[in-house]
C-alpha cells in the first residue's frame, strides 16, 4: 500500500532550484532508501515531507505530496499535526539539553497524550523500549540526555520520535555520526520498526540502503534518477547513472 | 641555506618571547594601576568607618529645662535641652570667657542636643543626676583624633582654634574622647556636617534605581531580542532596527538624562529626583546592552535544538519558550548585570534629573526624592570640609563593594542555570 505520494515536487533555494519534478511513491511499513551523491537533494526532498523547510525563510516548495491521500503543501494543513504523524531523526544525534525522560516524554507532553503521570511513565517506557535503549538507562532516567554516548543519543532521538506514535519516521543519515556498532545497532532497530512505521532513509553508504531498505531511490543534481525495489536498484538498475554511482565510479 | 633557516627559527623563536615579555608587562601595569588605586581608596576610607565621641559630663537640671515634678513621657519630650546642652559644654573649661564657651560648644555637632535628649528618654530617672554622655564630635576635631588633621598650620588657616585643640588634649588625656564604629555612616541620610553625613539615603536610593531599571528594562530586552531573533523576519526593517540597537548603546549617558529630563519631568512631569526617574532613565541605557546580549545568547542556542523540537511539532512559540529562552538565560543574564553594574556606576543622567538634590531623608519607596552612591560620591567630593575626604572614599568602598556582591550572584545563577541545561 503506499503510503506517501509525490507528484512533480520542485523546491527552490531562493532562485536556485534544488529539486526538479520529483515523483515518487513510497510503500507502507517498508523501508525506502534516498540515495545519491552530497548535495544532490535527498536531504531537501526529505526534509519535504515533514515540511521542516518551512523553517528556512528563502526555500519554497511546489508540487504535491500526498500523505494518505491529503496533500500536505495545502494551507490547509496544520505543520504542528502533521509534524506529530511524522516523526523525525537527525543527521547529528540531539537530544535537548535535560533528562532523558523528558526528552522522551515531551513530544506527548505537548500534544496531551497523556492523561497521568502513570500515562506518561508507560510511554516513556514503551518508546524507550522500542528504541533498545531501556534496559542501558532505566536506572538514570533522570539524568541529562546529553550524558549519553553517540549510539545511545541517537537511539534517544529515535525513542523521542516514536514517543507520539508517528506513522512515518524520516531518518536523515541517522548513522553518519556514530561508529559500526551503534551503526549495526540503529540498522537492526530500523528493521524492527519497520513493522509499525514506515520509514525514509536518507543515507550517504550504499551498504546501509542494501541492508536496511527494501525500496532505494537514487538522487542525482536534483533529480531523481531511478526508483525501485532494493534488490532491483542494486543489481539491474535500470539507469547508467544508477550503475555508475552503485559501482562506486562516482559519487 | 641551512643557517639561513636556522637563524630565521631564532628570530622567530625572539620574536614569540619579546611578545609574551609584552604581554606579562601590560598585565603588570594594569595589576600596578589597580593596587595603587585600591590602596589609596581604603587607606582613605577606612577611617570614615570610625567615628569619634567626647565623653562630656552632663546635669539633667530639672528647672534648666523647664520640668515640673515628675513629668510625663511628653513632658520629657517637649522639654529644653539647649540650655543644659550648653551647659554641659561650657562647664568643661570653668574658666571660660563668653567666646571661648561658643568655641566649646563647636568642639561637638550640632546634634549634640538631641543626642543628650535621646540619653534622659531612655532613663528618665536620670534627671537632677549626673551622667556622662557620648556627643558626636565636630568633623574637624575627628579628623584631629584621627590624625588627618593639620594642627602645626597658623591658627588662622585652620577651623580648629589652639584653644579647641588645648581642651580636646585635655579630653584625651584624661580618656575622654573614644573613638567607636561609625553606625550613623549606615543608617543616616546625608548631611551638610560630615560627622553626621551617611549614606542610607543614596544607598537605598541606588538600590530603588536598579530596581525599576532591572524591572523595565529586562522584561522589554528580553522579549525584543526573543522577537528579534526567532519571530522578526530578516528584511530591510529589521536591519535597520539592528543597527539603530547597536548606536544606541554607544549613546553617551549624559544624553538618556537629558531624555529623562525632557520627556518624563517635563512632559509627564513625575515627581523630581526620585528613584522611578531615575530607574526609568537608567533602564533606556541599559536596553540596548541587554538586548545585544541576550540576541548574541539565542543566536548561540545550536539549531539542531529547534529543529529537534519543530520536528516533534512543537509550535515556533513552544520552541522559544521550552528551548531556546531558558538556554538562553545564562548568557542573558550576565548580559543584564554588565547593564546593570553600568547603570549602577552611572552618574550623569541622574544628575540632570535632579538626583543630585541634597536630600536629608531616607527614602521610602522609588516615588521619594533620593541620591545615589555615584551622585553622593560627586556631592561629596565637591564639599570643602576635611571630614568629606575620607567619606568620598569610603562611599566608593561600598559602590564597589555592591558591583562585587551583584557580580557574585550573577555568576552563582550562571553557574546553576548552566549545570542545569548541559
Known sequence: MIKIKAKDVDVFYGKK?????????????????????????????????????????????????????????????????????????????????????????????????????????????????????WEEVKDRLHEPGTGLSGGQQQRLCIARAISV??????????????????????????????????????????????????????????????????DKIFKNPDNKKTQDYITGRFG | ???????????????????????????????????????KIFSTGYSAFQKTWLIVPVTFDAELMMLDQNPSKED????????????????????????????????????????????????????????EVYLTASDDLDQVFKGNYPRDLPEDQRRVSDYQLKIFDQLVANGKVESKFNISFF????SREAELAGIASSFMGSIFSILVCLMIAFPVAVLAAIYLEEFAPKNRFTDFIEVNINNLAAVPSIVFGLLGLGVLLAIFHLPRST?????????????????????????????????????????????????TVPLSMPGTLSGTIIGLAQALGETAPLILIGMV??????????????????????????????????????????????????????????HKFEKKWS
Open chain 2, 76 to 131: 520629657l519630650q517637649d522639654a529644653d535641652y539647649y540650655d543644659i546642652a550648653l551647659k554641659s559644654m561650657a562647664d568643661l573649661d570653668p574658666n571660660a570667657n563668653e567666646d571661648q564657651e561658643n568655641e566649646l560648644k563647636r568642639m561637638v555637632s550640632y546634634f549634640f542636643e538631641k543626642e543628650i535628649k535621646n540619653e534622659l528618654l531612655n532613663d528618665p530617672n536620670l534627671i537632677g543626676k549626673t551622667k
Open chain 1, 165 to 230: 506514535r508517528p506513522e512515518v519516521i524520516l531518518m536523515d543519515e541517522p548513522c553518519s555520526a556514530l561508529d559500526p556498532i551503534a551503526t549495526a545497532q540503529i540498522e537492526e532497530l530500523i528493521d524492527e520498526l519497520k513493522k509499525e512505521h514506515t520509514i525514509i532513509i536518507v543515507t550517504h553508504s550504499m551498504a546501509q540502503a542494501a541492508r536496511v531498505s527494501q525500496n532505494t531511490g537514487f538522487f542525482h543534481l536534483g533529480q531523481l534518477i531511478e526508483h525501485g525495489s532494493t
Open chain 2, 275 to 323: 528613584p522611578l526617574v531615575g530607574g526609568i532613565t537608567l533602564s533606556l541605557m541599559t536596553l540596548p546592552t541587554i538586548i545585544i546580549a541576550a540576541r548574541a545568547s539565542l543566536k548561540a542556542v545550536p539549531p539542531s535544538i529547534r529543529e529537534a523540537a519543530l520536528a516533534m511539532g512543537a509550535s515556533r512559540m513552544q520552541t522559544t519558550i521550552h528551548h
Open chain 2, 1 to 39: 641555506m641551512n643557517k639561513n633557516k636556522e637563524q630565521l627559527l631564532n628570530k622567530r623563536y625572539k620574536a614569540e618571547q619579546r611578545f609574551r615579555l609584552y604581554g606579562l608587562s601590560a598585565i603588570f601595569m594594569a595589576l600596578l594601576f589597580l593596587t595603587i588605586f585600591i590602596f
Open chain 1, 17 to 133: 532550484q534544488a529539486l526538479f519534478n520529483i515523483s515518487l511513491d513510497i510503500e507502507e511499513n517498508q523501508v525506502t532508501a534516498l540515495i545519491g551523491p552530497s548535495g544532490c537533494g535527498k536531504s531537501t526532498f526529505l526534509r519535504c515531507l515533514n515540511r521542516m523547510n518551512d523553517v528556512i525563510d528563502i526555500c519554497s516548495v511546489k508540487g504535491e505530496i500526498l500523505i494518505n491521500d491529503f496533500n500536505i503543501n495545502d494551507k490547509s494543513c496544520d505543520v504542528v499535526r502533521l509534524r506529530e504523524k511524522i516523526g523525525m531523526v537527525f543527521q547529528k544525534p540531539n537530544p535537548f539539553p535535560k533528562t532523558l525522560y523528558e526528552n522522551v516524554s515531551y513530544g506527548p507532553t505537548i500534544h496531551g497524550m497523556a492523561q497521568s503521570k502513570q500515562e506518561m511513565d508507560e510511554i516513556v517506557e514503551t518508546s524507550l523500549k522500542k528504541a533498545a535503549l
Open chain 2, 357 to 414: 538634590a541634597f536630600v536629608n531623608t531616607i527614602p521610602g519607596s522609588p516615588m521619594d526624592p533620593a541620591a545615589s552612591l555615584p551622585v553622593q560620591i560627586y556631592i561629596w567630593a565637591e564639599s570643602a570640609e576635611r571630614g568629606f575626604v575620607e567619606k568620598v572614599s569610603a562611599c566608593i568602598m561600598v559602590l564597589l563593594g555592591f558591583l562585587i556582591i551583584m557580580n557574585l550572584f550573577a555568576q552563582i545563577i550562571r
Open chain 2, 187 to 190: 543608617t543616616n541620610a546625608d
